[in-house]
């Protein structure tokens, strides 16, 4: 049985609908899922909305709308999304489904037994929109006098009578966690910053709420709702079907990896590994913080008009066009830009005018000239070895390490330098030429060229599935025959041309994009 790999999103809040960094995440998760599946693993890929807390209730009353109406709108919205980019989510799990509520007590319940849940009254500084306690230190001021958290959110004075989890008990198990797991963290920054909250001291956190009912009840406390960030952490359990021991659960806890934004590393570096060993059950293995998409270099608001629906940018360039150029243009871990020139610019430069015209011309060259028979011929040259080997290396070594470290940027770096090869290549050996000089010498150029295009792409499949997918259907390519074990698989070609496969005249892939005059 293949090794299991699972991975996460964080989930969504849905008290608007989806913007580009929700589906920034979500396509940066689902390349790595559908790699490690390509790699031969195991894999489950949960998301979902996290429904409960203050927030949502008042932005549904302020709309006149139901709680639980509303959130069933808004939850839509991050299903189709997803459904949208092609993302290969295996369980899509809402905050307000039974079956979580059932993971949540289940997690309270061993939190309690531990001793590790007391009854207080709370006073502290509250964000609705962060859903988060802050400490009067992490404050500051704003204008008028209002207090803003460190995420620049309004606080206001909250008083009421809480549940408090022991999380003071588990610093020094917290610092061991990250001085014996240097990459429980990652990147880097990451990793400092929650470091330097942690050994700042620790102080019991408020996990109840009793100035609103849309939550999870607490068990045996009749007016007390979770803190919401104790629910939506659950997710990752109930995910996987938590608390029923026959499920996923046993097979594929704990995460191998959690994909979440730079502003939430707290709730899971410090939170929720807490909470588990709270309640005796294994850590996550990795919190991996992701950047900030900035709109041309500026910070999304509404207040600036610059949020962007992610589903029309993926309408106007399209889902792969999107995907390639976010999984390209931005280093994983690092805030990242983008506009509509940037992703006309790169899309075009790098799948229109290279992998695509190097697809185009070759497959339409072989099915006009060979009646579509995959060439063969034994007039080989050290210039079609060093090519291969090139993008051998770069398909088999470079992009799968890259890619399993989450280096995406790099990983398709490379893959283009192999890309810009396969291009030169035929270039200078001009099959076209060939045709009237050497027929056997053009055989051997055009099998050239559709070995290095196989390797390329099954490559790319996790960052553009549907275009990937659409040239190994061009090229005969069987389904058995795009894992990345078959990129050792030396003597495929051989067989495949051999079966008696023939190459159709290709419908273009990649179409050039345009700027309009509203870009």
Same mark, same amino acid.
């Given at each position: 049985?293949?090794?299991?790999?699972?991975?996460?999103?964080?989930?969504?809040?849905?008290?608007?609908?989806?913007?580009?960094?929700?589906?920034?995440?979500?396509?940066?998760?689902?390349?790595?899922?559908?790699?490690?599946?390509?790699?031969?693993?195991?894999?489950?890929?949960?998301?979902?909305?996290?429904?409960?807390?203050?927030?949502?209730?008042?932005?549904?009353?302020?709309?006149?709308?139901?709680?639980?109406?509303?959130?069933?709108?808004?939850?839509?919205?991050?299903?189709?999304?997803?459904?949208? =980019?092609?993302?290969?989510?295996?369980?899509?799990?809402?905050?307000?489904?039974?079956?979580?509520?059932?993971?949540?007590?289940? =997690?309270?319940?061993?939190?309690?037994?531990?001793?590790?849940?007391?009854?207080?009254?709370?006073?502290?500084?509250?964000?609705?929109?962060?859903?988060?306690?802050?400490?009067?230190?992490?404050?500051?001021?704003?204008?008028?006098?209002?207090?803003?958290?460190?995420?620049?959110?309004?606080?206001?004075?909250?008083?009421?009578?809480?549940?408090?989890?022991?999380?003071?008990?588990?610093?020094?198990?917290?610092?061991?966690?990250?001085?014996?797991?240097?990459?429980?963290?990652?990147?880097?920054?990451?990793?400092?910053?929650?470091?330097?909250?942690?050994?700042?001291?620790?102080?019991?956190?408020?996990?109840?709420?009793?100035?609103?009912?849309?939550?999870?009840?607490?068990?045996?406390?009749?007016?007390?709702?979770?803190?919401?960030?104790?629910?939506?952490?659950?997710?990752?359990?109930?995910?996987?079907?938590?608390?029923?021991?026959?499920?996923?659960?046993?097979?594929?806890?704990?995460?191998?990896?959690?994909?979440?934004?730079?502003?939430?590393?707290?709730?899971?570096?410090?939170?929720?590994?807490?909470?588990?060993?709270?309640?005796?059950?294994?850590?996550?293995?990795?919190?991996?913080?992701?950047?900030?998409?900035?709109?041309?270099?500026?910070?999304?608001?509404?207040?600036?008009?610059?949020?962007?629906?992610?589903?029309?940018?993926?309408?106007?360039?399209?889902?792969?066009?999107?995907?390639?150029?976010?999984?390209?243009?931005?280093?994983?871990?690092?805030?990242?830009?983008?506009?509509?020139?940037?992703?006309?610019?790169?899309?075009?430069?790098?799948?229109?005018?290279?992998?695509?015209?190097?697809?185009?011309?070759?497959?339409?060259?072989?099915?006009?000239?060979?009646?579509?028979? =995959?060439?063969?011929?034994?007039?080989?040259?050290?210039?079609?070895?060093?090519?291969?080997?090139?993008?051998?290396?770069?398909?088999?070594?470079?992009?799968?390490?890259?890619?399993?470290?989450?280096?995406?940027?790099?990983?398709?770096?490379?893959?283009?330098?192999?890309?810009?090869?396969?291009?030169?290549?035929?270039?200078?050996?001009?099959?076209?030429?060939?045709?009237?000089?050497?027929?056997?010498?053009?055989?051997?150029?055009?099998?050239?060229?559709?070995?290095?295009?196989?390797?390329?792409?099954?490559?790319?499949?996790?960052?553009?599935?549907?275009?990937?997918?659409?040239?190994?259907?061009?090229?005969?390519?069987?389904?058995?025959?795009?894992?990345?074990?078959?990129?050792?698989?030396?003597?495929?070609?051989?067989?495949?041309?051999?079966?008696?496969?023939?190459?159709?005249?290709?419908?273009?892939?990649?179409?050039?994009?345009?700027?309009?005059?509203?870009?």
């Amino acid at each position: 049985m293949s090794e299991p790999f699972y991975i996460t999103t964080a989930i969504a809040y849905p008290n608007g609908r989806p913007h580009i960094g929700h589906a920034y995440e979500a396509i940066a998760t689902d390349a790595i899922a559908r790699f490690q599946r390509l790699m031969g693993r195991d894999v489950r890929m949960v998301t979902g909305t996290d429904e409960h807390g203050l927030k949502m209730a008042q932005t549904a009353r302020a709309a006149g709308r139901e709680t639980l109406e509303f959130a069933d709108e808004m939850s839509s919205y991050f299903r189709q999304m997803c459904a949208g =980019l092609d993302i290969s989510n295996d369980v899509f799990m809402r905050t307000s489904d039974a079956k979580h509520h059932e993971a949540s007590i289940a =997690l309270w319940k061993a939190m309690e037994a531990k001793g590790d849940l007391y009854l207080d009254r709370y006073e502290g500084w509250y964000s609705v929109r962060d859903e988060a306690f802050y400490g009067e230190e992490e404050l500051t001021e704003g204008e008028g006098g209002v207090k803003l958290s460190p995420q620049g959110t309004p606080v206001e004075w909250t008083v009421e009578e809480s549940w408090f989890f022991r999380l003071s008990k588990y610093q020094d198990a917290l610092l061991k966690l990250y001085s014996e797991n240097p990459d429980f963290i990652r990147p880097e920054s990451r990793k400092n910053e929650v470091l330097r909250f942690v050994e700042g001291g620790l102080k019991d956190l408020s996990v109840s709420r009793t100035s609103f009912d849309w939550g999870v009840p607490v068990p045996g406390s009749p007016g007390h709702v979770m803190y919401v960030w104790v629910d939506a952490l659950t997710t990752y359990l109930s995910g996987l079907g938590f608390p029923d021991q026959n499920s996923d659960f046993a097979r594929f806890w704990p995460a191998n990896v959690h994909i979440i934004g730079k502003d939430i590393v707290r709730f899971h570096a410090v939170y929720w590994p807490a909470f588990l060993m709270s309640a005796d059950l294994p850590l996550p293995q990795q919190v991996f913080g992701h950047g900030f998409l900035l709109n041309r270099g500026e910070k999304m608001s509404k207040s600036l008009g610059n949020v962007v629906d992610p589903m029309e940018l993926a309408e106007r360039f399209g889902v792969d066009a999107l995907r390639y150029f976010l999984m390209r243009e931005v280093s994983f871990g690092q805030d990242g830009t983008y506009s509509a020139e940037a992703i006309v610019s790169r899309v075009n430069a790098d799948l229109a005018n290279s992998f695509g015209n190097l697809a185009q011309r070759t497959l339409s060259f072989i099915s006009k000239n060979l009646e579509g028979r =995959l060439p063969q011929s034994d007039v080989k040259a050290a210039e079609d070895e060093e090519l291969l080997a090139l993008v051998d290396d770069a398909c088999r070594n470079d992009v799968t390490r890259e890619f399993a470290a989450f280096a995406f940027s790099q990983g398709l770096d490379s893959w283009m330098r192999a890309v810009f090869a396969c291009n030169q290549y035929i270039d200078a050996q001009a099959p076209w030429a060939l045709r009237k000089t050497d027929p056997a010498r053009m055989e051997a150029v055009l099998e050239t060229l559709l070995r290095a295009m196989r390797s390329l792409a099954i490559a790319v499949q996790p960052v553009i599935p549907t275009s990937a997918s659409k040239l190994l259907d061009q090229l005969g390519i069987e389904a058995h025959g795009r894992d990345y074990a078959a990129l050792n698989d030396q003597d495929y070609y051989a067989r495949l041309a051999s079966s008696g496969v023939t190459i159709a005249p290709p419908t273009p892939i990649f179409p050039r994009l345009e700027l309009t005059a509203e870009d």
